[in-house]
């Protein structure tokens, strides 16, 4: 009888367990699709009641009273705009890139962050070493200097 409810015990533990180690990898998984309630397929307007919440969700952010949003939908339109904000810094740069890759993209962003730096803006630069892992050493080099 004692062994029989031990057994008992020990599969209870280990369903547990087993759905707590289910919940620990699923923990902070990115939502991958954001629809209306009245299920159109599409994210909210940045006008609807419903944008504020859903963008919360969807970024895990919380915004705050006073901002202002821009939609930019790609890279053709968040770039341009990406280097304006970075030129235009006056006091402190703070970026976290997850992806970058040597070429175009990396170059501009290497020089208008040297710039920033000779014009006396404290610049922080956070690279995932994963997304980024094909920077050179060499470029990564000529950031810190």
């Known amino acids: 009888m004692v062994r029989k409810l031990g057994r008992w015990v020990l599969r209870l533990l280990l369903v547990l367990f087993a759905f707590i180690g289910l919940e620990y990898t699923t923990r902070g998984t990115p939502v991958s699709r954001v629809s209306q309630i009245t299920g159109q397929g599409a ?23 006073g901002n202002h949003v821009e939609v930019l939908a790609n890279g053709d339109e968040t770039y341009p705009r990406l280097w304006s904000d970075l030129r235009s810094a006056r006091q402190s740069i703070t970026i976290q890139m997850y992806y970058c890759k040597p070429g175009r993209m990396a170059d501009t962003l290497a020089a ?28 990564l080099d000529s950031l810190r200097a």
């Open 43 to 65: 994210p909210p307007a940045a006008s609807d009641s419903l944008f504020e919440r859903t963008m919360e969700l969807f970024t895990g952010t919380t915004l705050e009273p």
């Open 112 to 139: 208008i962050l040297s710039d920033r730096a000779r014009a006396g803006v404290r610049v922080l630069f956070l690279h995932d070493a994963f997304g980024s892992q094909d920077l050179t050493e060499g470029y």
